[in-house]
């Protein structure tokens, strides 16, 4: 598997039967595809259903059929449409069960920062601010390091997108757990050892006394 | 994820004491078998979510004649009688509450947020106790949101995922109430097949309702 | 005219084409019965629909289809159900342009007691706070007198409903306005004296120059 | 009250200076003729209100291209690089704001609500300089309401009375921005009779439009 399928293949096995799931813009969308068969997961798209389905074929989009970067999608049986005050009184109200997003940088503490680069980058913070304050379980789904920059740190030096929201980090390199007395690694991709996955991660891993092999 | 289960199964969710939400307006869209459950099975020391406490003989009015209710969250008790004469003689609690506010208060609590800020029931009785806030120099009433551990519910078409449909007068609190549960039963006057109600026209996306049952006769 | 016909029909001489109105149980009810035909005004439910038609025939009731009341109704064509939560954003967020409710006491404030004789009678409030507090108009409809006691006074002795809201009081005696220097009498009964109208009523009645004779 | 107009009518009611919401969701289920024509029209010094500010060329996107907006309520602008480039230059002034709060925000406004109460934002930029409430012991935001003078909405059906059907995830901020405006004005892509579309089924009743207009080729 190629790095992203890593990440995301990993990502989907923490879902189980009957969870709702809201799948970021990016790599996050790709956990749509590993989600195993045996179980059924609702994908929210925030901007107004669940039962998002894969892309349609080309020719049959519908432009009102759109996830929420504007990409056409397909909906699922038993899909069901609704207003933004809905999707955000789901994503907010802590209905969703996980949240799968990408970072610039998230820290031991669990904060995040994904939404601006002051100076230099300023999308804005769109449903995400909302996503990790109220999902029940925040996963962050990203490239251990963005070229070669370190992005998991003891503490984020970029405006937070939310504080000490992020429950697990899912990189090509490992599985790390937010603990109260920070990252856990609890499973390590055996191409890398320990010491080659704390190279590149500012914050201190606490190594489990059960850490196990990454699927890859 | 089987959602359908027979009343008698629905009913073990619901224990003494917990805190449920009843949908309907008067006793209108609201569940029957569900209620006529609770009183059979005597499940009390219940705290009540409902808009009204209906008339006597009627739904959720029932449970009060019953005495099954410690304490109600309503915004309206004047159709039943029962209420006030347990209200009087300290058998039942009733925080009485206007029903823009009860409703907005529920809703509240589905949606995650830490309250509601309302004009309504200032420089009246209601305001007694509260916390209160000023916005650009206009007090408000801040009013606590509302969950409760069970949501009972009545649909006229719920198909076999879960998504509902209200007919008429009958949605009322219904599709709110569906959001501010930890679990979510709906009576069915009809259940249909997936795909029968449109993705559009759901009126209670699925992913909010826990457990079907078949109402009617 | 009896003296609820007179009431009511006085009442829906205020509603102009476009307005969107909610009329109390009880007397405010029969208001319907007398709008102007050359206008159309939509009338709300609380509990859920705007566009309330008359009472359906025997044998034709739909449980489903009531007002506030409970009691069986129609809808006019272009009706439009909702839930509770729409419902009292249209009577919160200043959407309605009337709401027309009965009086237990009304004052020279404006203020209004409608829901609560303590130790007596504890109906509830009900939509009564949502509606006066909401409305932009707020029409008091109500016989002058109860069984002889003097409804209209300087101040409420009872639990208001709201504070200072209400707009215009219409009974069978007269009509009268809320004004910042207390109750204008605008128009009265032809059969009633001022001076009648007067010993009815303690707040103290301004007379209007302009006094009118009301249509009975 | 008849509220079919021409989109030149329509028009007639947005002014210089205005505040208007736009729905849509990156410009899906947004008007495109009433866009058109307030840049036909170059009606500008606009505060916006809207989820995003679309992409170049897209519909309310155009707004921002010809420099008709002074300030936008919105939690996106990357998929717009024109709006990055007016924030850093600062001609058009910018107030990000998390999506869920922002459409709270207008409901808030809309429903006769004094503020939003919300978790989201709090030990971000977001909290800075805003009014915070602790409830319960939690700390929450305490978010103002939004108004706009206009509406600008899309609908899939809208019957000649108003009462307007969304489609799929066309509806979006459409139904909450029509009730948080001083006018509201839809454009449908079919304009159909009254009784076309099911009482139950209507998405946005028809006392929140003031004025409909044809939309499509």
Same mark, same amino acid.
């Given at each position: 598997?190629?790095?992203?399928s890593?990440i995301?293949?990993?990502v989907?096995?923490?879902?189980?039967d009957?969870?709702?799931v809201?799948?970021?813009? !990016?790599l996050?969308?790709?956990?749509?595809?590993y989600i195993?068969?045996?179980?059924?997961?609702?994908?929210?798209?925030?901007?107004g259903?669940?039962g998002?389905?894969p892309?349609?074929?080309?020719?049959?989009?519908?432009p009102?059929?759109?996830?929420?970067?504007?990409?056409?999608?397909t909906?699922?049986?038993g899909a069901?449409?609704f207003?933004?005050?809905?999707?955000?009184?789901?994503?907010?109200?802590?209905?969703?069960?996980f949240?799968?997003?990408g970072?610039?940088q998230?820290?031991?503490?669990?904060?995040?920062?994904?939404?601006?680069?002051?100076?230099?980058?300023?999308?804005?913070?769109g449903g995400a601010m909302?996503?990790?304050?109220?999902?029940?379980k925040?996963i962050?789904?990203?490239?251990h390091?963005a070229? !070669?920059?370190?992005?998991?740190?003891?503490?984020?030096?970029?405006?937070?997108?939310?504080?000490?929201?992020?429950n697990?980090i899912?990189?090509?390199?490992?599985?790390?757990e937010?603990?109260?007395k920070?990252l856990?690694?609890k499973?390590?991709?055996?191409?890398?050892?320990?010491?080659?996955?704390q190279?590149?991660?500012?914050?201190?891993l606490i190594?489990?006394?059960?850490?196990?092999d990454?699927?890859? | %994820?089987?959602?359908?289960?027979?009343?008698?199964?629905?009913?073990?969710y619901?224990?003494?004491?917990?805190t449920?939400?009843?949908?309907g307006?008067?006793?209108v869209?609201?569940? &029957?078998?569900?209620?006529?459950g609770?009183?059979?099975?005597n499940?009390?020391?219940l705290?009540?979510?409902?808009?009204?406490?209906?008339f006597?003989?009627?739904?959720?009015?029932k449970?009060v004649e019953?005495k099954?209710?410690? =304490?109600?969250?309503?915004?309206h008790?004047?159709?039943?009688? &029962?209420?006030?004469?347990?209200m009087?003689?300290?058998? %039942?609690?009733?925080?009485?509450t206007?029903?823009?506010?009860?409703?907005?208060?529920?809703?509240?609590g589905?949606?995650g947020?830490?309250g509601?800020?309302?004009?309504t029931g200032?420089g009246?009785v209601?305001?007694?106790?509260k916390q =209160?806030?000023e916005?650009?120099?206009?007090?408000?009433?801040?009013e606590?949101?509302?969950k409760?551990d069970?949501?009972?519910l009545?649909g006229? =078409?719920?198909d076999? =995922?879960?998504?509902?449909?209200?007919?008429?007068a009958?949605?009322?609190?219904?599709?709110?109430?569906? %959001?501010?549960a930890?679990?979510?039963?709906?009576?069915a006057?009809e259940?249909?097949?997936?795909g029968?109600?449109?993705p559009?026209?759901?009126?209670?996306?699925?992913i909010f309702?826990?457990?079907?049952?078949?109402g009617?006769k």
């Amino acid at each position: 598997m190629n790095i992203k399928s890593i990440i995301a293949n990993r990502v989907a096995k923490e879902f189980k039967d009957g969870n709702l799931v809201n799948l970021g813009i !990016g790599l996050p969308t790709l956990v749509a595809n590993y989600i195993p068969e045996d179980i059924e997961v609702t994908l929210q798209s925030e901007n107004g259903f669940v039962g998002i389905g894969p892309a349609p074929e080309q020719g049959k989009e519908d432009p009102n059929l759109v996830n929420a970067g504007a990409q056409p999608v397909t909906i699922n049986s038993g899909a069901a449409f609704f207003d933004s005050s809905i999707s955000f009184s789901i994503i907010r109200g802590g209905h969703l069960d996980f949240t799968v997003l990408g970072a610039l940088q998230v820290d031991e503490k669990g904060n995040l920062a994904n939404w601006i680069i002051p100076g230099k980058m300023v999308p804005g913070m769109g449903g995400a601010m909302d996503l990790v304050t109220g999902a029940k379980k925040v996963i962050i789904a990203m490239t251990h390091t963005a070229k !070669g920059n370190i992005k998991i740190l003891k503490e984020c030096t970029l405006p937070l997108t939310a504080k000490g929201r992020v429950n697990m980090i899912v990189t090509e390199m490992g599985v790390m757990e937010v603990t109260d007395k920070g990252l856990l690694l609890k499973e390590k991709n055996p191409t890398f050892t320990v010491e080659e996955i704390q190279a590149q991660t500012e914050a201190e891993l606490i190594i489990s006394e059960d850490l196990k092999d990454m699927e890859i | %994820m089987k959602k359908i289960k027979s009343v008698e199964e629905a009913l073990s969710y619901i224990k003494p004491g917990m805190t449920i939400m009843v949908g309907g307006f008067l006793g209108v869209g609201s569940p &029957e078998k569900l209620i006529d459950g609770i009183i059979e099975k005597n499940i009390g020391d219940l705290t009540l979510i409902a808009n009204d406490t209906s008339f006597p003989g009627v739904n959720y009015g029932k449970l009060v004649e019953h005495k099954l209710v410690k =304490k109600v969250y309503t915004s309206h008790i004047g159709t039943n009688p &029962e209420s006030g004469i347990q209200m009087h003689s300290g058998e %039942m609690e009733i925080i009485l509450t206007p029903q823009g506010t009860l409703v907005e208060q529920i809703r509240a609590g589905g949606a995650g947020l830490g309250g509601v800020i309302t004009p309504t029931g200032i420089g009246t009785v209601v305001e007694e106790g509260k916390q =209160k806030i000023e916005i650009d120099g206009k007090l408000y009433i801040v009013e606590k949101p509302l969950k409760a551990d069970v949501a009972l519910l009545r649909g006229a =078409k719920v198909d076999k =995922k879960g998504n509902v449909y209200y007919d008429h007068a009958a949605r009322n609190f219904n599709p709110i109430m569906a %959001m501010a549960a930890e679990l979510v039963i709906v009576e069915a006057d009809e259940i249909v097949e997936i795909g029968d109600i449109n993705p559009n026209d759901v009126m209670t996306p699925h992913i909010f309702v826990n457990v079907i049952v078949q109402g009617g006769k």
